[in-house]
């Protein structure tokens, strides 16, 4: 594991190129963060560890480095690590090389907020309770399937009646 504090560098080159982003490359919230990197125009490297996969010495070593928790994503700056999702996602939009990509005014960056915030509470849990049997985390059952089915058509509805009016979540 490399999370060591020490590279650290001071130039903005190396801001946008010297982050290693820790987490399996097909786990959702790591891909997220990946995608996210990729609009903002900033470079970061996967490295692939799964804390689950680690021995006890491994996870002690990125626990005390990175993330106490413990959890992927983690993101490994210049300035140091920095967990969770949307964290991550809210510095890489605000640091990136796309400058509109957090909102171009105070209005259009708590739009962005507002909508993370949603993203949040109402899809993440129906989609990731939704796809728990397709990766192996639940067993199948139909009547739950389509109930949760019918939950994410109500919450995807509020994101395309919003898009009806605009072509982007936020800004022009």
Same mark, same amino acid.
């Given at each position: ?8 560098? *001071? ?29 903002? +125009?900033? =470079?970061?490297?996967?490295? +692939? ?31 140091? !690590?920095?967990? =969770? ?9 605000? *640091? +990136? ?17 507002? /909508?993370?915030? /949603? ?5 993440? !849990? ?6 728990? !049997? ?15 089915? =019918? ?19 936020? +800004?022009?």
């Amino acid at each position: 594991i490399s999370c060591n504090k020490k590279k650290i560098h *001071t130039n903005s080159q190396a801001l946008f190129s010297n982050m290693e982003l820790h987490g399996a490359v097909q786990h959702p919230y790591v891909l997220r963060v990946s995608l996210a990197a990729e609009y903002a +125009g900033v =470079e970061v490297k996967p490295n +692939g560890f799964v804390p689950q996969k680690a021995d006890k010495e491994q996870l002690k070593d990125y626990q005390a480095r990175a993330n106490p928790n413990g959890q992927v994503p983690c993101l490994v700056t210049p300035e140091g !690590p920095l967990s =969770e999702t949307r964290s991550i996602l809210r510095y890489l939009a605000r *640091t +990136g090389k796309n400058k509109t990509l957090y909102g171009a005014t105070p209005f259009e960056q708590a739009q962005v907020d507002q /909508w993370l915030d /949603w993203e949040a509470k109402e899809f993440s !849990p129906i989609f990731m309770a939704y796809a728990m !049997p397709f990766v192996g985390r639940a067993e199948y059952n139909k009547p739950v399937h389509d109930e949760y089915v =019918e939950d994410l058509k109500k919450v995807v509805k509020v994101l395309n009646d919003h898009l009806k009016k605009r072509q982007y979540i936020v +800004g022009k």
